[in-house]
Nanobody, 129 residues
Framework: QVQLVESGGGLVQAGGSLRLSCTAS????????MGWFRQAPGKEREFVAA????????YYADSVKGRFTISRDNAKNTVYLQMNSLNPEDTAVYYC??????????????????????WGQGTQVTVSS
């Protein structure tokens, strides 16, 4: 069965950095666009970042643009989220997500609004003041 496993979450002080990793098992990342969502207590789940399969395009929520960087290493079957300049508003459970691209969808789909088929269990990120 397909499984996405996140790691790298933890507690960090405001202004610090964390690097999240997501490794896929049961499949490779070939043909998949990947991304990250997060959900903070009392808030709805929101899109954070994504990277498409075919072209390597990246997408970011306005709230993290310039601070977070998503990347992927297909050889390692892993996607990363480098988070810099963290603030308490970034505190949330972060979920790795995957989407299989079919046909030309990799070219035209805006991953900020796309649906994702695979979700990890999440990893907690807590940013203290």
């Amino acid at each position: 069965q397909v499984q996405l496993v996140e790691s790298g979450g933890g507690l960090v002080q405001a202004g610090g950095s964390l690097r999240l990793s997501c490794t896929a098992s049961g499949r490779t990342l070939s043909g998949y666009s990947m991304g990250w969502f997060r959900q903070a207590p009392g808030k709805e789940r929101e899109f954070v970042a994504a990277i498409n399969y075919g072209l390597g395009r990246t997408y970011y929520a306005d709230s993290v643009k310039g601070r977070f960087t998503i990347s992927r290493d297909n050889a390692k079957n892993t996607v990363y989220l480098q988070m810099n300049s963290l603030n308490p508003e970034d505190t949330a459970v972060y979920y790795c997500v995957g989407r299989r691209e079919v046909g030309s969808s990799y070219y035209y789909t805006d991953l900020r609004w796309a649906t994702y088929d695979y979700w990890g269990q999440g990893t907690q990120v807590t940013v203290s003041s």
